[in-house]
């Protein structure tokens, strides 16, 4: 079973430049998350999608953060303008969505330079 | 609110030694809880989780953990470290069937040869 996708695996930009994070999730899951992980850090929640619809974007900066999971399988997370505190990795993960003890599946990681 | 605490941000035993990581959860009923590892450069991995039943659970790599539910702890073990053990690792928890995830600020272990 191949596992969560994502891409770039590095990326460096400068402030208030803009950037596309891709992720394809495990074939089948219905959930996917886009986490910010700060240096020192753990993983924080920024948006939450059940299948095709957001389920919870509460931590989004949706000033300059923006996602879309347009046909359910597939997502990218947006950051125009960055700043320098955007500076982090972003991982993606995914759950089936029906089962709650299964915990998440989780890509490599972006990691997002700003310089 | 719900919140996982990870007292410990860095931890370092010897090869060999006994080790156990601490997690504290806030929530009102009982929680499914998670501890995840993340090496250099990876993803998390899931090691193991709780939901119900039997509140010693074994995970993958010789780790365990216990749910303590009058201490609101889940802490991680394992009886004898290996090199191979040094990298990050995450205590969650999820709570009223959001699917939602909280992560505590993670533990890094060091392993002296």
């Known amino acids: 079973e191949a596992g969560v996708a994502q891409s770039p695996r590095y990326k460096i930009i400068e402030k208030r430049q803009s950037v596309a994070f891709w992720c394809n999730p495990i074939s089948g899951h219905a959930t996917l998350y886009w986490y910010q992980q700060i240096l020192g850090q753990g993983p924080k929640l920024l948006i939450q999608?059940?299948?095709?619809?957001?389920?919870?974007d509460s931590q989004l900066p949706k000033d300059r953060f923006s996602a879309e999971r347009l046909k359910g399988v597939d997502s990218t997370l947006k950051i125009q303008p960055a700043k320098l505190e955007d500076s982090a990795v972003y991982l993606c993960?995914?759950?089936?969505?029906?089962?709650?003890?299964?915990?998440?599946?989780f890509g490599p990681g972006t990691r997002l330079t700003v310089l | 609110a719900q919140s996982v605490t990870q007292p410990d941000i860095h931890i370092t035993v010897s090869e060999g030694a006994s080790l156990e990581l601490r997690c504290n959860y806030s929530?009102?009923?009982?929680?499914?809880l998670f501890w995840y590892v993340q090496s250099p450069g990876q993803g998390l991995q899931l090691l193991l989780k709780?939901?119900?039943?039997?509140?010693l659970v074994q995970g993958i790599k010789g780790f365990e953990a216990e749910f303590k539910r009058s201490q609101s702890s889940f802490n991680l073990r394992k009886p004898s470290v290996h090199w191979s053990d040094a990298a990050e690792y995450f205590c969650a928890v999820e709570g009223s069937g959001t699917y939602k995830y909280i992560f505590g600020t993670g533990t890094r272990l060091k392993v002296l040869a």
């Open positions: 929530y009102g009923a009982t929680p499914y």
């Open positions: 993960a995914s759950t089936p969505g029906g089962d709650l003890t299964i915990g998440q599946f």
């Open positions: 709780y939901f119900s039943g039997d509140t």
């Open positions: 999608f059940q299948n095709n619809g957001v389920v919870d």
